[in-house]
């Protein structure tokens, strides 16, 4: 009888395995790149421990924060307010409730789901040609997909976590409304008070991005002080960014009461309006010139041929090819720099590291390693990927302090080495939820490629690029939807394999 064996990666080694794609890379790199940028990068380092404060400089860089707070506190309150309420309408749960039938929460998520497929970087740039520059044109970029995301984070929840009370309180012949705050809210409360304190950096990182690319606030200084390789002023900038990031996450963690949670984001935008009125922002609500989208969209004759102007199979796998090789980096470097460097002084400084590559947006990332090779996918994909290695080295971070390291020492008092120790202690009781997360993490890899083709070059961020700059607005339209399809169905392939996984570790 014949043994079928099946070999099968042990769980902490599946996080690493993403990590050998920064062997290609850097194979790329070494092709295309050059030494010309090399003292331009020793400088950009040195300017770190050497950044100008001077006083006309450090104004201008204080009053472009300012603006930044105040979008990313405008656009954090009012999703967040909109997304609760919106959640509970598109929760499947809550709507058996209400009116006995799932269908209106079906059909609501349904609508919803391209408004969030569309980065809030195209949403500003589609909003810029209609209404102009003003300060409402970043708040509703970042807060219409916010909104969605929002309500689709909060639908889940509610309908992945149904008490079993709630069959006894409608039975009792209680209220709609007193089910729903009875046997919903107190369980969901913390956890999604949580996910909107997290809302808040992504904000505040959204409203820096739509800086860079000329719509005010520290982005634009920052993106002007590295095009003119001023990199002392820019390096102030940045320090200012990195200690509001540390006063706004102090602040969260001290509030961290789910009752104190839900009135900061209702006041929010009162405070950010009031707070804006002083600054040089406008926030009077302007006049939309719709004309100027419609007068060509409307002439049906030029979809056709506008649609043809593009190699789609060409655009669309560039963008993919983005996204898988940035999805690896994020994946497999947090991981793979832990274990060649384990221990917990390790621990410390690579949440130094990672909270400085979560600090330098994607674009500005790509016009540094531009410095020292020539613009290709693996460049793009590498920029985007350093980036959100970042934010997945928090979340490593974090669960490892979460679970302890209590497995790490009891390996290494049986006489194991202490890469091995870590590998099979710490990094294997993380490990699940770290790919969980992964998975959603690529989904907003695939969103973020348009940043990234803005400044490459390629994708389907380029070719919105061109297409604005020369007002086809039929091209614009067959590449934002393009775009959308492309988000949802990776949505849906990561929503497949996250289930697949749960009901894996479900299994075991």
């Not at 898988?324 to 917990?344: E, F, N, S, Y």
Request: glycine content about 10%.
């Amino acid at each position: 009888m014949a043994v079928r064996i099946t070999l099968k990666p042990a769980l902490p080694l599946i996080p690493l395995l993403p990590g050998l794609s920064l062997l290609g890379i850097v194979a790329v790199l070494f092709r295309d790149g050059h030494g010309g940028g090399l003292p331009l990068l020793q400088e950009f380092a040195a300017a770190a421990v050497h950044p100008s404060l001077d006083p006309v400089v450090l104004g201008s860089l204080l009053n472009g924060l300012q603006i930044t707070l105040v979008i990313a506190l405008l656009s954090w309150g009012i999703s967040s307010v909109l997304g609760v309420g919106l959640g509970l309408l598109c929760s499947i749960t809550v709507s058996e409730i209400v009116t006995g039938v799932s269908w209106p929460a079906v059909l609501l998520r349904r609508c919803l789901a391209p408004l969030r497929a569309v980065h809030e970087l195209i949403w500003g740039l589609l909003l810029l040609q209609v209404f102009g520059l003003n300060g409402w044109v970043a708040v509703c970029a970042i807060a219409i997909p916010y909104t969605v995301l929002m309500a689709r984070v909060i639908a889940d929840q509610v309908d992945c976590h149904v008490s079993p009370a709630l069959p006894v309180l409608k039975g009792s012949g209680a209220a709609p409304w007193a089910v729903i705050l009875t046997g919903l809210v107190p369980p969901l409360a913390q956890p999604l008070c949580n996910h909107v304190g997290h809302r808040l950096d992504c904000a505040l990182r959204s409203a820096l991005i739509l800086g860079v690319f000329g719509l005010g606030g520290l982005g634009t200084d920052l993106s002007l002080s590295l095009r003119s390789l001023q990199f002392q002023e820019m390096w102030s900038g940045l320090w200012l960014l990195a200690i509001a990031m540390v006063i706004l996450d102090r602040c969260l963690r001290m509030l961290r009461g789910w009752s104190r949670m839900l009135i900061i984001p209702v006041l929010s935008p009162l405070i950010a309006i009031a707070w804006g009125t002083h600054l040089d922002l406008q926030l009077s609500w302007p006049v939309g010139q719709w004309s100027v989208l419609f007068a060509n969209v409307m002439d049906g004759s030029q979809g056709l041929s506008a649609a043809l102007e593009i190699s789609w199979p060409a655009v669309i796998a560039s963008t993919l090819w983005i996204t898988l090789i940035a999805g690896c980096i994020a994946t497999g470097l947090p991981p793979l720099l832990l274990l060649v460097w384990p221990g917990k002084t390790s621990l410390r400084i690579q949440e130094l590291l990672w909270g400085a590559l979560r600090l330098l947006p994607a674009p500005l990332t790509a016009l540094l390693l531009l410095m020292l090779a020539k613009p290709s996918l693996a460049l793009a994909g590498l920029a985007l990927g350093l980036h959100h290695s970042g934010v997945m080295g928090r979340v490593l971070m974090d669960d490892i302090r979460n679970t302890g390291l209590r497995s790490a020492q009891t390996l290494k008092s049986c006489g194991a080495s202490p890469r091995v120790s870590w590998l099979y202690g710490p990094l294997a009781d993380v490990s699940r939820p770290y790919l969980t997360y992964a998975i959603y993490r690529i989904d907003v890899i695939l969103r973020d490629t348009a940043i990234i083709g803005l400044v490459g070059g390629a994708g389907l961020g380029w070719q919105l690029m061109e297409a604005l700059s020369s007002f086809h607005w039929w091209l614009v339209f067959w590449i934002v939807l393009t775009s959308a399809v492309l988000t949802l169905l990776g949505e849906s392939l990561g929503e497949r394999l996250q289930g697949s996984w749960n009901s894996r570790a479900m299994a075991l």
